[in-house]
């Protein structure tokens, strides 16, 4: 079992930036590829952006530029950067983390709230 623990979110201006965390229980990097979606109200949960056990990372085309996934292996910590934030951006993020191999073995953490607001 994984957990996921998710840290940072909070009130930020339009333009302002967020850096969100997500500490996962053991070292896991090697064979999963870690996750940000979002959700907002009344919206399905989406994907903003993955980085795989390789290093790879993928945005949602919309966030390309704004947004910037890593890791950090020594601290089994997946950090998102979001820049130049708006409005629209107002969601629970969640942090997730997918088998690399075995996708049925996914986890979740439980959200951080993002709010974008003057």
């Known amino acids: 079992q994984v957990q996921l623990v998710e840290s940072g979110g909070g009130l930020v201006q339009p333009g302002g930036s967020l850096k969100l965390s997500c500490a996962a229980s053991?070292?896991?990097?090697?064979?999963?590829?870690m996750g940000w979606y979002r959700q907002a109200p009344g919206k399905e949960r989406e994907l903003v952006a993955t980085?795989?056990?390789?290093?790879?990372?993928n945005y949602a085309d919309s966030l390309k530029g704004r947004f910037t996934i890593s890791r950090d292996n020594a601290k089994n910590t997946v950090y998102l950067q979001m820049n130049s934030l708006k409005p629209e951006d107002t969601a629970v993020y969640y942090c997730?983390?997918?088998?690399?191999?075995?996708?049925?073995?996914?986890?979740w953490g439980q959200g951080t709230q993002v709010t974008v607001s003057s």
């Open positions: 980085i795989t056990s390789s290093g790879i990372t």
């Open positions: 997730n983390a997918q088998h690399r191999i075995i996708l049925l073995v996914t986890y």
């Open positions: 053991a070292s896991i990097f090697s064979v999963y590829t």
